[in-house]
């Protein structure tokens, strides 16, 4: 597609069940970010990777969240057991190599809510 | 650490007046800033940066955000706001690492016709 693209946009979950949430970046973007944007915030950054390698996940809150991105194109976001304060909206970016630092192509989201 | 701070959650402007979003920061090293706009049920979308150069920089949109290193500010301005205009703003600096971008709390601009 021209843009990014996250599924699902909407996802309603039970507390204690694990959640994935997939992004496709623009196709030839090399990396690939995560952000979390609670309600009346700015998005946190959570990891990126160049290709498939995970450059940073220093913004990961715990052990309960994982992300990969093994061909280097698609990635998906992981939260097991989920709890009540992970209800966020989860952003995914795509940008070229190093060039443009900081130009981020950003998908629309997907809003979890745990309940 | 990197930080950016947007004082007003909400900037009103009737449609055809100048407007000006504010941003302060707090980097170390050189700062690269940004300025993102989200529209309802959109991602964000990138605006313009301040890399190195002329303190005034151009973006999409007719917007231009001036940078004020005294001040610690690069404000968000455009000389004639239209009611397109209304979306929510945001204000970010890159890390030393070139990698994360650390937003602010975003301010709503509304523009009335």
């Known amino acids: 597609g021209a843009g990014v693209s996250q599924s699902p946009r909407y996802k309603v979950t039970k507390r204690g069940q694990d959640v994935a949430l997939r992004c496709d970046p623009i196709s030839g973007h090399v990396s690939l970010y995560w952000y979390r944007q609670a309600l009346g915030q700015g998005p946190e950054f959570l990891t990126y990777f160049n290709y498939e390698a995970q450059q940073d996940k220093s913004g990961l809150p715990n052990d309960r969240f994982s992300a990969e991105r093994p061909e280097g194109s698609i990635s998906t976001l992981t939260i097991q057991r989920t709890e009540q304060r992970d209800s966020a909206m989860y952003r995914c970016?795509?940008?070229?190599?190093?060039?443009?630092?900081?130009?981020?192509?950003f998908g629309e989201g997907s809003r979890l809510t745990v309940l | 650490a990197q930080s950016v701070a947007q004082p007003e959650d909400q900037v009103n402007v009737a449609e055809g007046n100048p407007l000006t979003v504010k941003c302060t920061y707090s980097?170390?090293?050189?700062?690269?800033l940004f300025w993102y706009v989200q529209y309802p049920n959109r991602g964000l979308q990138f605006l313009l940066k301040y890399i190195t150069g002329d303190n005034l920089v151009k973006g999409s949109y007719g917007f231009e955000a001036e940078f004020n290193k005294s001040q610690t500010s690069f404000h968000l301005k455009k000389p004639s706001a239209l009611v397109s205009d209304s979306a929510l703003y945001f204000c970010a600096a890159l890390n030393t690492g070139f990698q994360k971008l650390v937003f602010g709390t975003g301010t709503r601009l509304l523009v009335s016709p």
């Open positions: 970016a795509s940008s070229l190599s190093g060039s443009r630092p900081g130009e981020l192509f």
């Open positions: 980097v170390s090293g050189n700062p690269y």
